[in-house]
């Protein structure tokens, strides 16, 4: 099985100072509160999103849900991860991709977990809507661990060293909205 977790840091230019990207890139792993008995399929997916203001972090949402088949990757882009991210099976374990670009189709596999390893992948982006122009600028942490549906436990993803990681925050990109 297939554990999941992933976190959005969404942030404005007011803090984007380095006293707040600290306490940004500080958060790397949550609890997830699921009922083990709950738990169906081969993906459990829990997805957070906090929002940083001058005044401190503040969860703005959090949600928790088993995936089936249709969420592996097949070969067209979907959205049950979101852009940038997909899961695959592979013939050992597996295989996290990862696309910097979506509309180029560059999704490269980044690495394959076998049961009892985990994986992190972490990139930032930015966006701004066509009513505002405001950026919002997104921190976005993947955790990933593959085990046993019963070693599921809340604070699953507190791995400060997973065995694969991959970050890519080299520049922030501009999303086409």
């Known amino acids: 099985m297939l554990f999941v977790q992933r976190i959005d840091v969404i942030y404005t230019k007011a803090v984007r100072g380095g006293g707040y990207a600290n306490t ?8 997830v509160e699921f009922d083990k008995a709950d738990i169906t399929g081969e993906i459990l997916f829990d997805r ?77 982006e930015r966006y701004s809507c066509w009513d505002s122009p405001v950026w919002n600028y997104y921190l976005t942490t993947f955790n990933f661990v593959c085990d046993e549906k019963e070693r599921f436990k809340p604070k699953l993803f507190y791995i400060k060293e997973p065995d694969f990681t991959f970050n890519d925050m080299k520049q922030l990109r501009y999303s086409g909205f």
């Open 24 to 31: 940004r890139r500080a958060i790397k792993f949550l609890p």
């Open 48 to 124: 957070a999103a906090i929002v940083q203001t001058p005044n401190g972090l503040k969860e703005q949402s959090h949600k928790t849900k088993p995936l089936g088949e249709n969420a592996f990757f097949d070969g067209k882009f979907s959205d049950f991860f979101g852009e940038r991210v997909f899961i695959g099976r592979g013939e050992s374990g597996f295989e996290i991709l990862y696309t910097d670009k979506k509309q180029r189709g560059y999704i490269k596999s980044r690495f394959v977990l076998k049961n009892g390893e985990s994986g992190r992948i972490i990139y930032n």
